[in-house]
């Protein structure tokens, strides 16, 4: 699951590059043995209920998760068969549905009114508070995160851009992780860069792996913030 999927980018203007002290990288204990208990199951079905996924198919996806089998929505080879618009009045919501039935949910909290010109922010960023100004906005504790439903990870972060100046990320931390019908490991942060250059934007990513029931494999999931060129991204596995 090596492959870079730009689902969705923002434009901001914001505040330019800030020192980052103490970046809070707290991360949930190590990964445990787990099976597809009831509490597995229900959660999976809740979100699968949520987005309309017929109950038979959630048999069979559930069965293949059983079975050792992955689903398609993180086969990086596999491309969805449709992507439907879920947004309401206070969320921006995107749900790809995959041949087998499996789906993706990315979603974004619709931001406080930004100034003329700039657009509503489509990445997958919830929870956030967004402070702007005269050619800058500034975003604070946003959560960045992707869903597979049976696998979903995140952490918040902070950051700034300023039209015409460097773009940064002030702040990373508190780890979100759910893994159903099977294990993660310890999520591990990537900070590439804290501050945009010339090289391009500033990143920061976490991962972890995911080792599927009953040992049958593994796949590495991952979800990336890119801050850079008066825009923000987010990118996946």
């Not at 949930?28 to 996924?53: C, G, N, W």
């Not at 009045?89 to 930004?114: F, H, K, N, Q, W």
């Not at 500033?202 to 850079?228: D, K, P, R």
Request: proline share 4%.
């Amino acid at each position: 699951m090596n492959t870079l999927k730009k689902f969705s980018t923002s434009t901001f203007i914001a505040a330019g590059a800030v020192a980052i002290g103490s970046l809070g990288m707290a991360a949930p204990a190590s990964a445990e043995t787990s099976q597809i208990t009831s509490v597995d199951e229900q959660q999976m079905r809740a979100t699968f209920d949520k987005y309309l996924v017929p109950e038979g198919t959630q048999d069979v996806l559930i069965q293949d998760l059983e079975s050792g089998d992955s689903w398609d929505n993180s086969n990086p080879d596999s491309a969805p068969v449709s992507v439907e618009d879920w947004s309401n009045t206070s969320e921006s919501v995107s749900v790809e549905r995959y041949e087998d039935g499996s789906i993706t949910i990315r979603s974004a909290e619709m931001p406080e009114a930004l100034p003329d010109g700039l657009a509503t922010p489509l990445a997958t960023i919830s929870g956030c508070t967004t402070t702007t100004g005269s050619g800058y906005a500034v975003a604070s504790n946003c959560t960045i995160s992707h869903n597979w439903v049976n696998v979903n990870i995140g952490f918040v972060a902070s950051y700034q851009i300023v039209n015409g100046a460097p773009d940064s990320i002030t702040h990373i931390g508190n780890t979100t992780q759910q893994c159903a019908a099977g294990t993660c490991t310890r999520p591990n942060y990537t900070v590439s860069k804290l501050a945009e250059d010339g090289n391009g934007p500033a990143v920061a990513q976490i991962q972890s792996t995911y080792q599927m029931f009953q040992g049958a494999g593994s796949s590495e999931y991952w979800v990336q913030l890119q801050v850079g060129n008066d825009t923000i991204s987010v990118h996946n596995s």
